[in-house]
């Protein structure tokens, strides 16, 4: 799904990110990557999506070289996967309905295919009552689901999680994480990006801490807790 051999990465203010970092992610797995501000979270993710490009090393996710991959190609890849935002990132002037069916429009989805979708989604995050809210009548929590059902309607492989609990009350944290677990568990890989050490340790899965851009530790969740 994704795997990263002596990857580097240093930007052009002369910040080095990431330093010769190597890890593979299989099919169906969900992992946490933890790690301070700074450390090289979010470069991680911004090589995966094609932001950025490697300085060095090999990179592929779903088995396409995003070393070697040509521009006109990134948004095809990027259909295969499924982003969650720190900041929800949903279209103020579009209702709830709206904001998830403009995912599928993107991708050229049929209006039959997203009247049927949208409301299968919104179902799964319970927020099928909400449908016709706007962002601003909702809460943090709930335009998180949002966010989630938008990431999950076209059905991709891979679930990227960029801070998804950082702006929502720490109690519905758990609660946003409960759902990607759900989702994982259907078969869909997730990578979710976090500084918040508490609410990991309380999901026993895979944990991969980076430290000054460079992986200091990569345990599954029972050895976490027993560290």
């Known amino acids: ?16 990110a990431l330093y010769d970092v190597s890890f593979q992610v299989q099919k ?105 809210s706007y962002p601003a009548e909702l809460s943090g929590g709930e335009q998180q689901r949002v966010g989630l059902a938008r990431a999950l309607v076209n059905n991709p492989d891979l679930i990227l999680a960029d801070e998804p609990t950082g702006n929502i009350d720490p109690a519905l944290s758990f609660e946003i994480v409960d759902l990607l677990s759900e989702i994982n568990l259907r078969g ?3 990578v979710m990006v976090t500084h918040e050490h508490n609410l990991v340790k309380h999901f026993h899965k895979r944990i991969v801490e980076i430290h000054e851009g460079r ?8 050895e976490a807790n027993e560290a």
């Open 28 to 132: 169906g797995e969900f992992v946490f990557v933890v790690g301070s501000s700074g450390a090289g979270k979010s470069t991680l993710l911004k090589l995966i999506t094609c932001e950025e490009k490697p300085d060095g090393g090999e990179l592929s996710v779903n088995g396409e070289d995003l070393v070697a991959i040509k521009r006109r190609e990134v948004p095809y890849l990027r259909r295969t996967l499924g982003m969650v935002f720190q900041d929800f990132r949903l279209i103020p002037t579009m209702n709830v309905f709206e904001n998830v069916a403009f995912a599928m429009r993107i991708v050229g989805a049929s209006r039959r295919e997203i009247r049927k979708r949208v409301p299968y989604m919104l179902g799964l995050v319970d927020l099928l009552d909400k449908q016709k």
């Open 1 to 16: 799904m994704i795997s990263m051999r002596h990857v580097s990465k240093t930007y052009p203010n002369g910040t080095h």
């Open 188 to 190: 869909t890989t997730v």
């Open 215 to 222: 992986i200091v530790a990569d345990t599954n969740g029972l």
